[in-house]
């Protein structure tokens, strides 16, 4: 069993940064995928940033070159640094552990971002 917590959201103006995190307990995430995916009100989830337990990356076409995901094995925690935030970047922010004999999700943290 793997317990995900998000942190790290708020409010902020357009243009500006937030660096979310999630943090695991339970299991250690470098065994795991890790994915943050996003839903805004009325949307589907879609996926934002996905890192594989060898460190290697993958980003929605929306958010390529302004946000970066990264782990922290030693720490447990996975990040998504997001950078030059769009109004259209609000939503709630899950991240999700996966692996062959499971998946995980957080409870999510809300990014709103202001015009």
């Known amino acids: 069993q793997v317990q995900l917590v998000e942190s790290g959201g708020g409010l902020v103006q357009a243009g500006g940064s937030l660096r979310l995190s999630c943090a695991a307990s339970g299991r250690l995430l470098s065994t795991y995928a890790i994915a943050w995916y996003r839903q805004a009100p009325g949307q589907q989830r879609e996926l934002v940033a996905g890192?594989?337990?060898?460190?290697?990356?993958n980003y929605a076409d929306s958010v390529k070159g302004r946000f970066t995901i990264s782990r922290d094995n030693a720490k447990n925690t996975v990040y998504l640094q997001m950078n030059s935030l769009k109004p259209e970047d609000t939503a709630v922010y899950y991240c999700?552990?996966?692996?062959?004999?499971?998946?995980?999700w957080g409870q999510g943290t809300q990014v709103t971002v202001s015009s």
């Open positions: 999700k552990a996966h692996n062959i004999f499971g998946a995980y």
């Open positions: 890192i594989s337990s060898g460190g290697n990356t």
